[in-house]
């Protein structure tokens, strides 16, 4: 490969070579394809463009191929990149509600079910997985990622680029992965979409670098830079982070895309005077290809022959671009991806719409249950299903659509019909718009409901509230929800809240008055029956929130992990403590919160070795048991900290999950493989070290429902063995003999 590479390198014209830098418009996300004009192919054929994006279709895209392949001058392959960020055409819930599913397996299958898809339509290249962690629910793209934590955010970001890229990267279905956007994207001043963050190099090491760590370690073969500024410095000219740190440090050898036009948008930041200035800059930070301004291509060639640009700089890059084919395998075979019988084929086939549902059910989270009002019986006479979102099948699409349509959607109100017995009568009212301030929809929802045996009640955003660009100020329910609610909840009837949306919002009011409240996010093609499933008990909830819920804007950043302060929030008024006079000190409900129709219990904690040295594991183990009469899954979670050490620690740290299913009077027990390297921080110097002392560890299900608690020490410091890789720890689970789980009345007839 690298002999091939040279020998291009040194064939190719300084135009070829900018060309390969360039990645262009191949259409809008609404309207993919609709660019690629005759001028476009012009360029081609010139071999002054390396890549399209918002591209997609076998056909499309194999005779795009082909005019680079067969008409320029040394048919160099084009990537075709399309943001595929929860499903190809088969659209899965959006990442934060897949993320509550803890289970990384799952995360996994759909971005390869995914890359099927996208791989079949010809397209080789994604824009996902995005892994930024998120801490402010203004920030509209926070449903793009996994929340909160950092270990959580590693373990799904890792997930994906196997998913995304298979066993090996030139397979006919792998999908080339681009982890995005680096870094700190989520840490924008005020949740405002694009803008600054300040973030200390500290919090940049150990909250927002590690799921790209892991990423990175997973293989992802490219990396998208992000928009926002580090204290100043933009992240498309961030030459220590994308060089000392993505490179030397971390050894990636991948490609780095700019964010959409952010290379021009050096000027606006205001660290370059003009467009050429900022391709320079630029390109010698690291990013190796333009993602649609034009600047490489069409600005640097004069910087260049005058002597102001080394060719070594454009070289470097184009190598990294012309590696990432080879291992696509698009000079082997630059037709591999696009097949116009396999897209037919796996295109929303029902295995993928079957393992649509699967994934979405395990993304819902049961965040309140009072009097077990769930599961509702299906043979409930009157059902009143009321609420704008509830027949909306755009909404569930989520963030990214890629090819989604809402033709293939569920709805909610589709869902629970099919659910229902034949005598069930289903009688539906939007009660108000999404958004606006007309209650004339108020009466007739309200008389629905007084005729009504149980009330479904369903609210929150649409697919437009959250997403690129769609911060918002508050995070209170749009329009007139509110109002709905109250006049609906005070009729006293059975009632199930059902939330929808991209954030978490605030919502102090309803977990107050609604017996029962589910967050359903936006999960995909096969919403409606997801939530059916749950809502009527086919699907036992299992999600565990990734993201707190704050109790309004003015509580925000509030997140698990957060540091103990010198004066600890107290309930005590009278003493002076981090904490405000006008608002609870716990959020409405933490990280790691989600019920279950059955109840877990946990107990037998060891911790063993007592003491251990560098280089150990400690094991921490557990038994788990289904207290109930039903088959459930639980997410264990294990927490850590290191109450003394010479930096601060945070009050909690996710270091180990695992995701159990037991059927009812089963029990397992849990051992965690706890590498001591998992528990270190960067000290005053910045380099990454584990103190002696005592380490207390906690088990729960949830960072605020901490079951059983232990310690252990260590003997002896870890340090200097530099920034370890991503570490995570391994789970064994060993079934217990499961005591006599109640038979039901089959069960005896059996032999
Ligand atoms: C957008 C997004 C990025 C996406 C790219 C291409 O602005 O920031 O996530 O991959 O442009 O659509």
Redesign the pocket.
């Known amino acids: 490969m690298e002999h091939h590479v040279e020998e291009l390198l040194n064939e190719m014209t300084l135009d070829e070579k900018l060309g390969q830098l360039t990645q262009s418009r191949g259409g809008r996300?609404k309207d993919l394809n609709s660019l690629v004009d005759d001028e476009q192919k012009a360029l081609v054929r010139q071999g002054r463009i390396g890549s399209y994006?918002?591209v997609a279709g076998a056909e499309f895209l194999t005779e795009l191929q082909r005019l680079a392949v067969k008409e320029s001058r040394l048919g160099i392959p084009l990537l075709f990149?399309l943001?595929v960020v929860h499903g190809y055409r088969t659209i899965f819930p959006v990442p934060l509600a897949a993320a509550c599913s803890w289970d990384p397996d799952a995360v996994e299958q759909a971005a390869r079910l995914a890359a099927e898809e996208a791989t079949a339509a010809g397209v080789n290249w994604t824009?996902a997985p995005?892994v930024d962690v998120a801490r402010d629910p203004r920030w509209g793209r926070i449903v793009e990622g996994a929340g909160e934590d950092p270990y959580l955010g590693a373990v799904m970001a890792a997930a994906q680029v196997r998913g995304y890229q298979g066993e090996r990267l030139s397979d006919p279905n792998s999908l080339l992965a681009c982890p995005?956007?680096f870094v700190a994207y989520g840490a924008g001043v005020g949740g405002r979409d694009y803008d600054s963050a300040d973030v200390s190099p500290r919090t940049l090491a150990e909250v927002y670098l590690p799921p790209f760590r892991a990423a990175v370690q997973a293989g992802a073969g490219s990396l998208?830079t992000a928009?926002n500024d580090i204290a100043g410095i933009p992240m498309t000219a961030h030459q220590s982070l994308l060089q000392e740190v993505l490179r030397d440090r971390w050894g990636f050898s991948g490609l780095v895309v700019s964010?959409?036009n952010a290379i021009d948008e050096l000027r606006a930041h205001g660290v370059a005077g003009d467009r050429a200035a900022a391709g320079a800059l630029a390109l010698r930070a690291g990013v190796d290809m333009d993602?649609v301004s034009g600047i490489y291509e069409q600005d640097l060639g004069r910087l260049v022959e005058t002597g102001q640009l080394p060719t070594a700089v454009v070289d470097a890059a184009v190598r990294r671009v012309l590696r990432v084919k080879h291992w696509l395998g698009l000079f082997e075979d630059p037709f591999r991806y696009g097949n116009t019988a396999r897209e037919q084929r796996v295109i929303l086939s029902q295995s993928h719409v079957a393992f649509a549902r699967e994934i979405a059910g395990k993304s819902i989270v049961l965040l309140k249950n009072d009097g077990d009002l769930l599961p509702l019986d299906k043979n409930i006479e009157n059902l009143a299903l009321i609420g704008p979102l509830a027949d909306d099948r755009k909404a569930p699409l989520g963030s990214w659509k890629a090819l989604g349509q809402p033709d293939d959607v569920v709805s909610l109100r589709a869902g629970i019909l099919a659910a229902v017995g034949p005598n069930t009568e289903v009688q539906a009212a939007a009660g108000c718009d999404l958004d606006g301030d007309s209650t004339a929809g108020f009466a007739e929802a309200e008389r629905l409901a007084k005729a009504a045996d149980a009330v479904v009640l369903v609210l929150g955003e649409d697919d437009d509230m959250s997403g690129?660009a769609r911060s918002r100020s508050r995070l209170e329910l749009p329009g007139v929800q509110r109002q709905l609610a109250e006049r609906v909840l005070a009729l006293k009837k059975p009632t199930v809240v059902v939330l929808m949306g991209g954030r978490p919002l605030a919502i102090p009011w309803l977990a107050e008055q609604a017996p029962v409240l589910v967050e359903t996010w936006l999960l995909g093609v096969q919403m409606g029956s997801a939530v059916a499933d749950v809502l009527f008990g086919d699907v036992n909830p299992s999600g565990k929130l990734v993201t707190t819920f704050p109790v309004g804007v003015g509580q925000v950043p509030i997140f698990y992990g957060h540091r103990n302060t010198g004066r600890p929030a107290s309930t005590d008024p009278s003493k002076d403590s981090a904490r405000y006079i006008d608002a609870p000190i716990q959020p409405v409900f933490p990280f790691g919160h989600g019920l279950s129709y059955t109840t877990f219990n946990y107990a037998d904690l060891e911790v063993t070795p007592p003491e251990v040295d560098a280089g150990d594991i400690v094991q921490v183990r557990c038994t788990v048991t289904n207290r109930g009469k039903r088959a459930g899954d639980e997410v264990v979670q294990l927490y850590a900290r290191d109450p003394v050490a010479s930096v601060a620690q945070p009050v909690q740290k996710l270091v180990g999950f695992h995701r159990l299913r037991l059927q009812p009077g089963e029990a397992a027990t849990l051992t965690f493989n706890l590498p001591v390297e998992m528990l270190g921080y960067y000290d005053a110097e910045m380099s990454y070290r584990v103190e002696p002392g005592e380490f207390r560890v906690a088990i729960g299900a949830s960072s605020a429902d901490v079951r059983l608690d232990g310690s252990f020490r260590l003997r002896e410091e870890v340090r200097d063995q530099g920034e370890p890789g991503s570490v995570f720890s391994r789970v064994d689970v060993t079934k217990n003999s499961a005591e006599t789980p109640p038979l039901d009345s089959d069960a005896k007839l059996q032999p």
């Open positions: 996300s994006l918002h990149g943001d824009f995005m995005k956007h998208m928009f964010d959409w993602m690129e």
